[in-house]
């Protein structure tokens, strides 16, 4: 029987290419407007005072955006665990992507929240303070994020793939970054494995722009009766 022919059942949410796209342009603006907003977290306290002194508007507008994409991202990660349930996938993976994702979006707005404070009135003046903003903002956009984010990767990649709801290079892809995630937790006792943080934040956009993209959004309805009465 031909399955492309039967009535099918439309999975009750938003499409996942909206949030991906609205999710990239904002993380682009953040680091377009933004810029390098931040000398390294290991500099002095002054040198850290005097440039963040210079880059206010940047940095408060960099903030803005880097807090927005945090909106996008949840809708994006609550979206898909959603359709894989739709979709009959019954494994520990959705759970872990959740968990994962829900994390992710928690330390974008810590990073976020934590670099705009510093251009809060007096903030700035204060060494000491800026420069320890300045560290928990990186902390947070940094391995604070990639590590969470690589696990939402992997639970999605690996569950979905295993079920055959996406290619297979789509997989094998999302675990490539899920790795680099994991890895640039090492950034914590070793800087030079900061470089797999941009691995994971923007090859994970790629990533989330191929699964929007590939994930069926529909079953035939024969297939959802079936599972409702089981």
Known sequence: MN???????????PPLLLPATVYTVLVVAAAVIGGATFTAPHDAAHQGAAYVASIDSKLRWGSFFEFGSSIPLMIFVATIVSRLRFLRVRAAGELIALSGGLSAVAMLMLSALSAWSITRPEV???????????????????????????????????????????????????????????????????????????????????????????????????????????
């Not at 399955?3 to 949410?13: A, K, M, W």
């Not at 790795?179 to 900061?194: D, I, M, P, Q, R």
């Open 124 to 230: 700035g003046d204060t060494d000491s303070v800026v420069r320890a903003l300045q560290a928990l903002s990186f902390a947070g956009g940094g391995p604070g994020f990639a590590v969470p984010l690589g696990i939402f990767i992997a639970g999605v990649s690996v569950t979905a793939g295993l079920y055959s709801v996406i290619p297979r290079w789509i997989m094998v892809l999302g675990i490539v970054v899920a790795a680099a995630g994991e890895l640039a937790s090492f950034t914590l006792v070793y800087w030079n494995a900061a470089f797999c943080i941009p691995i994971t934040r923007f090859i994970g956009i790629l990533w989330m722009i191929a699964v929007a993209i590939t994930l069926p959004s529909s079953i035939p309805a024969t297939r959802a009766s079936s599972s409702e009465a089981a």
């Open 3 to 13: 399955t492309d022919t039967l009535p099918r059942v439309h999975h009750s949410g």
